[in-house]
Each structure stands twice: as structure tokens, then as C-alpha cells.
């Protein structure tokens, strides 16, 4: 029975998690940030349409709900339920991407995977942003940056922890990021994905 206590740590989860700061912002400024840019409703989004400022706030408000899901959940059931922590970090993703009251359209989970890898262990989370600007830097793509750490943590977190179920409950994460970026992946073939460099020259900014 206690198991059951997983279902309201998801729900929770993804409600906080769906909480979409992105669209708060580019409401205040009168347009809807899923039409504009790429239109996905995270950090990137957030600085190629409004700039650097709005993208450092969403991505700092998308951290701290999942890493708020993760350490909540640990700290009240940790020693009740096998890896909860993660499940709720992973839930809080699924409710980033997948908003229910703005259509299922959200972000694409980065920095909500990276606050809940912060909490699950600091160690990875530090590796995983060395991971994210680095192939980032080389390659001039957030996406293939993204999608490279999110490789690595499960793996690293069931090495570093000796817990094959942890690193695949957190593997869930990286499979629906995977499915989101498709459409980035289909503009980098095509040479029409906004890159770092051309996000830095303000590049698809809303004015």
C-alpha cells in the first residue's frame, strides 16, 4: 500500500513542474513565446526571443521547481519509497514539457533535468553542465549539448551510486527529451536551427 503514496508525488510533480516561466514573461510582453523563435517555452527560447535576462530567469525558475520536486519528495518519503526523489524530478520534467493547460506544448526539460540532478547528486550536476558547454561551444548547438549530458547522468548515477533502478527511473527524462528535440535535430540537417553564436548577436529576438 504504501506505493500508493507514489501516485500524489507524481501529480504534485508535474503540476509544479508545468508552471511555465517563459510563458509568464513573454506574456508580459505581449506575445506567445510557443509562436515565436523555436517555439519552445524554456530558457533558450526565453533569451532568443526576449534576451539574456529572461533567459537566465526561466532557466534559474526551471531548476528550482524540479530540484524543489526531488528534494521535497526525498526529504518526506526517502526512507518510505525506493528512488522517489527521482520519480518527482522526473514527473516535474514530463509536467515542463508537457503543460496540460497550455495544450501538452512546453519546453524541452534541460534545466529542469539539471535541478534535479543538483539534488539527486551535486558531482553529476557539475559534470553535466561542463558536458552542456562544452559540446555546446564546439558544436554551436544547445540541443546536441543537451542531449549528450543527459546521456551521461543516468549512467553516472547508477555508477556513482550503485543503483541500476535510479538510473533508469532518471532515464526517463533524457527518452522524452529526446522525442522534443527532434524537430531541432531536423533544423540543424537543414541549417535553419539558431545556433549559440547567432543567439549572442540577438539573432530571432522579439523587439
Known sequence: MKYLLYLPVILISYAIGSMSMAHFLSGRKGFDIREKGSGNMGASNAMI?????????????????????????????????????AVAGVAAIIGHIFPFYLQFKGGKGLAC??????????????GALVIVAAITLITDYIAIGTLTAAIAVPIA??????????????FIGPVIMFIKHRDNFKRIKEGTEIGFIRARKGEGRVK
Open 49 to 85: 526571443t526576449m534576451g539574456w535576462g529572461a533567459g537566465v530567469i526561466t532557466a534559474l525558475f526551471d531548476m528550482a521547481k524540479a530540484a524543489l520536486c526531488v528534494f521535497a519528495a526525498d526529504r518526506l518519503l526517502g526512507e518510505t519509497l525506493p528512488c522517489v526523489g
Open 113 to 126: 533535468f539539471l535541478g534535479m540532478t543538483l539534488v539527486l547528486d551535486w558531482r553529476v550536476f557539475l
Open 157 to 170: 548515477l547508477s555508477i556513482l551510486h550503485r543503483n541500476v533502478l535510479l538510473g533508469v527511473i532518471v
